[in-house]
C-alpha cells in the first residue's frame, strides 16, 4: 500500500526557509498529484500547494509568494521550502497523494511533522 | 479565517447518530464536490467521503455524506467509541482559488 513519510528539521529560526521532503514508498511518484497541508496547534487545516510529476504546480494564493514545491522522481520524493518564516508558520506539516482523475481526494496522507519557528 | 463553517462540537452516546453540518456559499460548496477527512491528534488525517458522498474502501458505511445547495452534511449513523476525533469538510474555492477546509468539529462519545 501506498505510504508517505514527512522528513526535516523540526526547528527553524524566523525569518529563515522551511524545507521539508516527502518520501512515497509502495507507489510511483510518476502517477499522482502530491499535495501539502499543514495544521497550526490547536486550529484548522489548510492546503499549502500540489506538484504534478511533470512539475506541474498551483500554490494557495496566500503563501504562494513565499513557496515552492518540487519533485525528485529519482528519490520518489517531493519537497516543499517556505521562506522568511514567522511564528504563525508553526503547524503540523502534512503530506498527502491524490489521484490524477481528482487532485483534491487526499488518500493516503503521511503522519506528520511538527515544525517549530522559533529563535 | 475559514470559508467553511462547522459547529465546533457534536455528540451522542454509542449506537446513536450524530450529523455534522459546513455551511460555504456558491463559490465552494455550491459549485464544487465535497470531501470529509477524519482527524485524530497524532495520527495521520483520513480521507471518509468524497465527491459529496462516495466512501472510498475500507470506510464503514456508519459514514454517509450528502450535499444540497451550499451546505453539505456528514452523519455517523451506530456511533462508536473510536468514531471519537475531529472532522473536517473541504472544497475548492473558486473565489478564493484555492481548497479550503472547514473550521472542523470535534465529535465526542460520551
Known amino acids: 500500500q501506498v505510504q508517505l513519510q514527512e522528513s526535516g528539521p523540526g526547528l527553524v529560526k524566523p525569518s529563515e526557509t522551511l524545507s521539508l521532503t516527502c518520501t512515497v514508498s509502495?507507489?510511483?511518484?510518476?502517477?499522482?498529484?502530491w499535495s501539502w497541508i499543514r495544521q497550526p496547534p490547536g486550529k484548522g487545516l489548510e492546503w499549502i500547494g500540489y506538484?504534478?510529476?511533470?512539475?506541474?504546480?498551483k500554490y494557495n494564493p496566500s503563501l504562494k509568494s513565499r513557496v515552492t514545491i518540487s519533485v525528485d522522481t529519482s528519490k520518489n520524493q517531493f519537497s516543499l521550502k517556505l521562506s522568511s518564516v514567522t511564528a504563525a508558520d508553526t503547524a503540523v506539516y502534512y503530506c498527502?497523494?491524490?489521484?490524477?482523475?481528482?487532485?483534491?481526494?487526499?488518500?493516503?496522507w503521511g503522519q506528520g511533522t511538527l515544525v517549530t519557528v522559533s529563535s | 479565517q475559514s470559508v467553511l463553517t462547522q459547529p465546533p462540537s457534536a455528540s451522542g452516546t454509542p449506537g446513536q447518530r450524530v450529523t455534522i453540518s459546513c455551511s460555504g456559499s456558491s463559490s465552494n460548496i455550491g459549485s464544487n464536490f465535497v470531501n470529509w477527512f477524519q482527524n485524530l491528534p497524532g495520527t495521520a488525517p483520513k480521507l471518509l467521503i468524497y465527491w459529496n458522498n462516495q466512501r472510498p474502501s475500507g470506510v464503514p458505511d456508519r459514514f454517509s455524506g450528502s450535499k444540497s445547495g451550499t451546505s453539505a452534511s456528514l452523519a455517523i449513523n451506530g456511533l462508536r467509541s473510536e468514531d471519537e476525533s475531529d472532522y473536517y469538510c473541504a472544497a475548492w474555492d473558486d473565489s478564493l482559488s484555492a481548497y479550503v477546509f472547514g473550521t472542523g468539529t470535534k465529535v465526542t462519545v460520551l
Open positions: 498527502a497523494r491524490a489521484p490524477n482523475y481528482d487532485i483534491w481526494r487526499f488518500d493516503p
Open positions: 509502495g507507489a510511483s511518484i510518476s502517477s499522482s498529484y
Open positions: 506538484i504534478y510529476y511533470s512539475g506541474a504546480t
